[in-house]
Nanobody, 118 residues
């Protein structure tokens, strides 16, 4: 069973930065896409950023210009650099991956809390 483990969440002041990492238990070459979703209290889970096997990352409008998604094939990780954080970014952030050979297989991490507050 593929596992995704997130790390890097925490408490940060508005305007600050955090870097989230998602480590996969298998080679990330097996995924058609990897990305991050978030869920704030009382809201639905929403896409933050996604990176497909080829091409550039796609970002939600709310985070464009502030967040950067990248991957490291050698470390089997996907990272989300978050700058200029705002209180509205407060949420649990989840890593998600879609299997290349069978897109019906979707994997999720357990989530990491990001809190932006003064």
């Amino acid at each position: 069973q593929v596992q995704l483990v997130e790390s890097g969440g925490g408490l940060v002041q508005p305007g600050g930065s955090l870097r989230l990492s998602c480590a996969a238990s298998e080679s990330i070459f097996m995924f058609n896409s990897m990305g991050w979703f978030r869920q704030a209290p009382g809201k639905q889970r929403e896409l933050v950023a996604v990176l497909f096997a080829t091409g550039s990352p796609d970002y939600a409008d709310a985070v464009k210009g502030r967040f950067t998604l990248s991957r490291d094939y050698a470390k089997n990780t996907v990272s989300l650099q978050m700058n200029s954080l705002e209180p509205e970014d407060t949420a649990v952030y989840y890593c998600r991956a879609e299997q290349r050979s069978d897109p019906r297989n979707i994997y999720w991490g357990h989530g990491t809390q990001v809190t932006v507050s003064s």
